[in-house]
């Protein structure tokens, strides 16, 4: 059973990878129609809608509820938001984040600025020390932020992108900011190619062009990321033997969005066929659910998690 109760959780993230004790997953109920494309803050989301094809919300409660009996099969503690009716409050990854033992309130876009509401039990419950503001300019979701042990890896626009793009969700004085928390850590920051318009030509997030999993393997999309050092820097640093690279309907699909459980555990989506069947050929077990009609607003496992304590 998923728990909101607050009082035995701990904050301890220092990598993505290591075992999950708990998590914040989202709720897909009570989620507000989606009627224009003027609504949508995201290109997949306009893509689907206009092929009358947007997720109904009983199919997403459905994948979430399927993700949530992995999580506690597997012995995590899985808290949910607080239901806020007409909210999406799917993507709990970027209203927060949390980096070692310090959660981080983002400043979301205006659009979702209700959703930090719901998971107002469990802020309440961290002592100031260890509860960060994020400052008004500096703009930073938990999509952008990759966590790896004494690295941190960043996704993030410059201008004009930052200011054009409906997109670009973490700024420069986002980027400055984590360097100024962690000075002892390595940010390594990427720009990220955005589009309000075209699913196939937007990094929506880091978490959506690369993901690290296991102890020494990544996914990633090179057609993410604005600058192709960054793109040789990925490749040297996990070495290129333990890449698995992916392609640009596969990134549509969602498919560097997987969600690890544990360094030899990850949970991903049926619909990516040969992703999953490379991940197994690195020794990972996959935990195989749906999650087609999630992935449709542009994001999957990743982004609907807010991982709060990992080994």
């Keep these: 059973m998923a728990q909101n109760n607050p009082t035995s959780f701990k904050l301890n993230i220092q990598s993505e990878t290591g075992k999950l004790h708990s998590v914040v997953l989202g709720i897909a109920q009570d ?94 419950q961290i002592p100031n020390s260890n509860f960060i503001q994020v400052p008004p300019d500096c703009r930073i979701e938990g999509g952008d932020v990759i966590v790896h042990g004494n690295h941190l890896f960043v996704g993030y626009s410059e201008e004009p992108d930052f200011s054009t793009y409906k997109v670009a969700r973490t700024n420069r004085a986002g980027v400055d900011f984590l360097r100024e928390q962690f000075p002892e850590k390595t940010i390594h920051a990427f720009e990220l190619v955005k589009s309000d318009e075209d699913p ?55 498919g560097c969005n997987v969600f690890s459980i544990s360094p030899q555990t990850l949970i991903s989506a049926q619909h990516l066929t040969r992703i999953n069947a490379e991940i197994r050929h690195k020794g990972i077990q996959v935990e195989e659910t749906p999650y087609y009609e999630v992935a449709k607003m542009g994001g999957m496992f990743r982004c609907s998690t807010l991982p709060l304590n990992r080994d």
């Design 200 to 254: 196939f030509a937007d990094a929506l997030h880091l978490d959506c062009c690369f993901q690290p999993f296991g102890e020494t393997f990544a996914l990633l999309y090179p057609g993410g990321f604005k600058n192709h050092t960054d793109i040789e820097f990925l490749t040297n640093f996990f070495g290129k033997e333990n890449i698995v690279e992916i392609s640009q309907q596969e990134m549509f699909d969602m």
């Design 31 to 124: 989620s507000g129609e989606m009627d224009s494309v003027e609504e949508c803050y995201d290109p997949k989301s306009k893509y689907f809608l206009n092929k009358n094809q947007f997720p109904l919300e009983i199919d997403c409660i459905s994948e979430m509820e399927k993700v949530a009996k992995i999580l506690e099969k597997h012995g995590v503690q899985v808290f949910r938001p607080e239901n806020i009716p007409g909210v999406n409050q799917i993507f709990s990854r970027d209203i927060s984040f949390v980096i070692e033992n310090r959660f981080f309130r983002t400043n979301i876009i205006e659009d979702r600025a209700e959703e930090v509401k719901g998971i107002q039990f469990l802020t309440d």
